[in-house]
């Protein structure tokens, strides 16, 4: 996984790439660490050019999308590919996250 701090749909989001695994651990703690919940907790997630997830990457997403929820915000991602966002609905991670 590589991650990039990029304008989504016009505001300050986090670009995702490649295949997400549990190998990306390290480098998705040292992300949240970097993104302010206080002063946007609205994270625009770009997923288009995720290749890949497995569980424990969902599971990655989950602590985004509790942190939003503890800021009194969300995750609204776009461009998921069709097979990623079926894993990600079969996880039910849309009853956390918008998908567009």
């Known amino acids: 996984m590589e991650y990039a701090f990029t304008p989504v749909d016009g505001q300050d989001g986090i670009l995702l790439s490649g295949r997400c695994t549990y190998e990306d651990g390290p480098k998705f703690h040292a992300m949240l660490g970097q993104w302010d919940f206080g002063n ?39 461009g998921a590919a069709p ?13 956390y996250i918008t998908f567009r």
């Open 40 to 78: 946007r907790p609205v994270v625009p997630l770009d997923l288009r050019f995720v290749t890949f997830i497995d569980s424990a990457a969902v599971g990655m997403l989950f602590i985004l999308a509790n942190r939003c929820r503890e800021a009194n915000g969300r995750i609204i991602a776009t």
């Open 83 to 95: 097979h990623i966002l079926k894993s990600l609905r079969r996880a039910a991670l849309d009853s």
